[in-house]
């Protein structure tokens, strides 16, 4: 419970410090989770300390073997100390540091939900739950750094901080999966004991690569130790606290958690080690000459980081003790070094080491504990860092046998370079003031150095009496991670005069040496940036591949998507074609075609059929009525096929739809833009058009052909035993309709009328709105030439004038007339519905018809105000009628749309067979009729309402809405 | 009688395809009445071509399916009318709603720059 | 005899009619009446489709399979609807997302342009049917419910790029609906039947010549339901449709892609499956790289996007790439993380349609530069002024949700994103006992792991754009009624990742469903209609 709280909490506070209006307190809440979560572990050390183990479960995903589980054993306590005692640290620090006019809140929430990642991490007891806290540090990190987000730099250090580890999480995230599919298990234990079964898998190397790419990003190391840098445009305590102590240290710890697992194999050796050498060497060379104090530190962090490194590399026993101490001592230097910075910073106004001098004389105190830290740094003797760099100088005198020298050479020159860098931070001491300071400094708040003071004391006491200070802790993690492997060590200051002594002081005299010689040659004290000309700049090249990703896949999409519509369509039709033949083998075959079966009627037929199809295709760019008669024409030959091969609905149905679609489109015409054939033009088209027309004309004849082709396969297979068989035999005896198809319609398939009349509804919807906010197009909007030319007597007239004593009077008067008796026809075709062809929909289009001449003769103003329709609720009335139908059936416990026949005895009729479904196709005729007039008269509005087009004004209505 | 309503299938959706791959919306439109011909000839040969055989089951004793033509492709056939007749009616104002608003006739809405 | 709770499956089709139809004659003027109405219907469909949820996975029915003989015909004579998990499942998240949507037009986007509700409602019947439906042209009449009402409502607040996208997206779906009846004619034609069961019952004991155009037929099919799904190559209607389309409607497009996507699981699993003789396993293979490739093509739209609607879009089409391979390499445990990768992409995308709005009020002209070139110029940006104390409630709120948004769709920890992405890559490591891990599962993981740094990589850029590099001023105006169905959704995420243990669970149960072919077919062919007394064979 205890363990849980210590990942708790820290969430918790960081919420509350977020939205609690805090007033500047947020310090406070920061500090006691900290401190809470300090003497909760070191409580802890009943449980974990000397060999035990804490744990705690709770079930998560149980089905994947994911559970959510706490673990803490020596190594992690270390570790969970470090996070919260230098928390504690820095958030008394940063109380200090952080200026009124800063966000503090999100400061501390940040801080605060960082803490718990990062202890995340340290406990968890279960590889994928450690990859999430990871990724969480990351994220945490990420917010950290851009704290400052105003600032251009801290935005790119954040964003660059968050791709690289980021992308090594994701690595991570994979050789972790592919560790717990070699054991078996993600729970860590299990991982760790199955070590030699890993090592010996043939995914060990994928794994181990992968999981090193994690470690590597994480702890920046070579290559990728550039986004640490850039990561210094955080506020010094976040520095102090991550770059330290804490997120860098993540990468190192997940190495030596998984050492027992993964190490002792040529493949880790070559790795890690080789990445650390490197690393320690690039990043000790660099920090001699930064100019910026944190930017000095911050390579010298990379250095360090990579010391560590290198041990795990190494791969024995002792080397690991030395990287878990080096981690200690490096923390606790570290961590102070970057708080005097900070404090150098804040009270001078500046950290550029050109600019600062003899900064002792005005920060006494503070001078001392850098210089003593930087001492440490450095590796002088009776100082923390002294110890763990000397065992690294012995271990590495043990790497490739007694005769290779050139791991030992790589550790001494680190050495002088370390010196050589801390020479010059404490450079900014010596000398006489500067007088260009943009502060004038004095020593800083009692409590702000504090932090200082406590570090740099342990500094000295684990660099005088290691053995009894920190020895027990330490011992503790290493047997937690090495169990029986565990060598003799022996934690002291002196050891003789030995070889590892001697490289100390090589390093160390060499360093000053190095350093006063770089004083003279180059005036060190004045210089920023290497002065070897030094390609590597991790930051640009992060850049450039940053900017070549986005402005390449921009580049790429022009060449694997298009946001044009032709090019989808052909698509489609493509590989509507090509799939059928890709994944069917055997294709069927076409059998034999004879001419003797070709029924030369219906061939003369489609011979003016398919004439009219390839005119309207030939013809539809320049004569669009043209094109139009021809479809209708297409149309008409349809409908007769369909008349032909015994589908009289069908028939009926095309020829009403015919009608009304060409009216539609009649009115639609007089809006598109005028296009006359140039012949010229037609002489030269430019040649891409011409091949791509080719290759649509081949892409039309292949598709055509297809189609020909299957129809004939189908045509001439035998059919299969089909369903359609049981209608015909129903219709009758339980449909009550003699009409197979319509007995269909209604009531076996009645569902899908259902959805058919909706989407006729909402088409009819769509186009009401749609054209309430039409805006003809400028040139469309006066009365086109064909109607406005004097001889006409038509032009003077509005279309009333003209149907009520113009020259349509005659027309007019007969199709009012007509009205009645198209009406009276409807009834009959919906009527027999039922038991001949007819029914709703085609009576509904007839009827729709009658009104339709109506509008086209005497014109919308006449007809609108001799008869009001009310389409929208014809169609509302329509639907409900045939939900109701449907639902009635509920009633006699029957299904949705289950018909019933109702026999009534009517005076004049006799008896009648009433069938439910009635009902329901008169649902269907009122949605028919009132779809259609919406669309129709909606068009028809217009043409009326772009006469009387005010200027500006997009969206007219017309004074009378169609209600 | 299958070739030629084979062919005519394959007439009327070639041309079809041609007018649909064009630029200009009243091209489309076009070209999406003759494909729709074309399906609504192709689905309704899935049932058996017979002529002067339409499902109406009017003799009283049970009737013998052989003897008719299916009817479910026909019903079939007259939903996929239906919708298709919306959806052009839809497709046809979307045409004049964005000339109107476009200013220009092609299928993108704005000239392509070929 | 059948109870009231068999109409209950009906219930998410027919309650969105009478609603949409009753709200077609009510004056645009009264909002409140309108809004109320919609409110009411959604409520109703959020409470159905719990219901139902609770009957499939409580044992109401036997197999767990509700089925509900429209119109009293026995299948496959009649059009049957049918209710699994998988069908509950969906259902529910309909009515979730539709119910976030609904809440955040009420401000403003219901109240432009007329007949949005009833086009609302009728949206939500398409998709419902969609789900329900286990007759082929039936679906095919439901999706053209569905598309028709999208139509309608990706026109909704008319401008020039809603027709330009809304023309190119017709044009494009008519077409495929056409492809749609040609596939749906051939299958006719080969087995004589267009129920789903059926045709599974049939599938095996086709001859050679029928089974070819059965093949052919399923094979044009897939293209039309591809086309919805936004397979790679077409697909590429999707990120104009989204990015022109209002946030509501955007966030209803979220959804009706994951019907292509649904239906193709259906009728895969339910068809050839195994036991369905020679076309067992009939195109999986052309699912599962044509998904993959959809996968890496909307990375790369991520990546090039200049605005965050294209964004959302190609990160739908990621999603829906990802749920086609999952299809294609057919394992059941794969399927059942799969299933909750659905629902996780489906809500944090939707989430952040409806964001995206609200975010891009706080975006500054800084901001509204493109994001890419920007990139170039950052060295000369001169800094802005110290930011002000504390964080604005409307900004951190915005800042919350987007950051959440971004971590669950590119599967970052600790939200539902990484679940899922955990749950597919231990089912891709597992694969069932005895087989080693096959070589299309390592390209599966390394395409879902890039496209996941990818989808950091350029979400971390708007988001970076917005609430850092903008120097927002005024902290922008948030109503309640827009915030709440953000969070809504969003949190809905962390449940599902707190509770991932017992949503595993159901959707195993799901996917275990999905392959039992012959339960479906005994169910859905030996159910009986309600007798209507003497001498009624057919019922």
Known sequence: MTLLSLILIPFVGSVLAAFLPLRGREAWLAGGVALYGLIATIYLYLGAGNGGVERYEAEWLPQLGLDFVLRMDGLAWLFAVLVQGIGVLVVLYARYYMSPKDPVPRFFSFLLAFMGSMLGVVLSGNLIQLVVFWELTSLTSFLLIGYWHHRIDARRGARMALTVTAAGGLCLLAGVLILGSIVGSYDLEAVLAAGDRVRAHHAYLPALILIALGALTKSAQFPFHFWLPHAMAAPTPVSAYLHSATMVKAGVFLLIRLWPVLSGTPEWHWIIGGAGVITLLIGSFNAIFQADIKGLLAYSTISHLGIITALLGIGTPLAVVAAIFHVLNHATFKASLFMAAGIVDHETGSRDMRVLRGLYRVLPITGTLAIVASAAMAGVPLLNGFISKEMFFAETLGVGGPDEWWMSTAAIAMGMFSVAYALRFIGIFVGRLSEELPKQPQEPPRWMRFPVEVLVLLCLVVGIIPGRSVGPFLSDAVVSVLGEATPAYNLAVWHGFNMPLLMSMVALLGGIVLYSWLQLRFELRNRSGVPVRFELNGGHIYDSIMLRMSTGAGALMRHIGTQRLQPQLLLIIVMMMALPVALVRPLPGLDTMRLTDVDLSLAALWLIGGGCAIGAAWQAKYHRLAALILVGGTGIITSMTFLWLSAPDLALTQLMVETVTTVLILLGLRWLPPRIALEDMQARVPRRVRLRRGRDLIVALVGGAAMAAISFVVLSGTPSERIGDFFVLHALSEGGGSNVVNVLLVDFRGFDTFGEITVLSIVALTVYALLRRFRPAPESIEIPAQRSNGIDPAVKQTPTEQAEHGYLMVPGVYVRFLLPFIVLVAVYFFMRGHNLPGGGFVAGLIFAVAFIVQYMVAGTAWVESHLRLRPHKWMAWGLVTAALTGIGAWLFGHPFLTSHTAHLRLPLLGDVHLPSAFFFDLGVFLVVVGATMLILVALAHQSIRSHRQLPGDGRLAPERDIR | ?114 | MLGWLDHLILVPVLLPLLAGAVLIPINETRHRLKFAINAMSVLGLLVTALLLVQLVDGGHWSEDIGVYLAANWLAPFGIVLLVDRLAAMMLLLAAVIATATLLYSMVRWSRIGVHFHSLFQFLLMGVNGAFLTHDLFNLFVFFEVMLAASYGLLLHGYNVNRIRAGLQYIAVNLVASLVFLIGVALIYAATGTLNMSDLAARVAALGAEDLALLKIGMAVLVIAFLVKGAMWPLGFWLPTAYASASPPVAAMLVLMTKVGVYVIMRVWLLVFSDGGGEATGFGSEFLLWGGLATVAFGAVGMLASQEQGRLAGYAAIVSSGTLLAVVGYGQASLITAGLFYLLSSTLAVAAFMLLIELVDRVRSPAAAMLAVTMEAFEFEENPAQPVGKGIPAALAFLGLSFAASTLIIAGLPPLSGFVAKFGLFHALLHPQAGDAVAAPAWAFMALVLVSGLIAIIAMMRFGVRTFWASGAVAPPRLQFMEAAPVTLLLFLCVALTVQAGPIFGFLERTSADLHQRAQYVDRVLSSPAVSMGAGEAGR
């Open chain 2, 1 to 114: 009688m299958n070739l030629v309503i084979a062919l005519a299938i394959g007439v009327l959706f070639g041309s079809g395809i041609w007018l649909v791959l064009r630029p200009r919306t009243f091209q489309v439109i076009i070209g999406l009445l003759l494909m729709s011909y074309a399906v609504n000839l192709f689905i309704f040969i899935m049932g058996r071509l017979k002529v002067d055989r339409p499902p109406l089951t009017l003799g009283d004793g049970l009737p013998d399916p052989t003897a008719l033509t299916d009817p479910l492709p026909q019903a079939l056939v007259l939903t996929a009318i239906v919708i298709g007749f919306a959806t052009t009616a839809l497709y046809l104002v979307m045409m004049i709603g964005s000339r109107g608003v476009t200013g220009t006739d092609h299928v993108d809405g704005r000239e392509s720059e070929e």
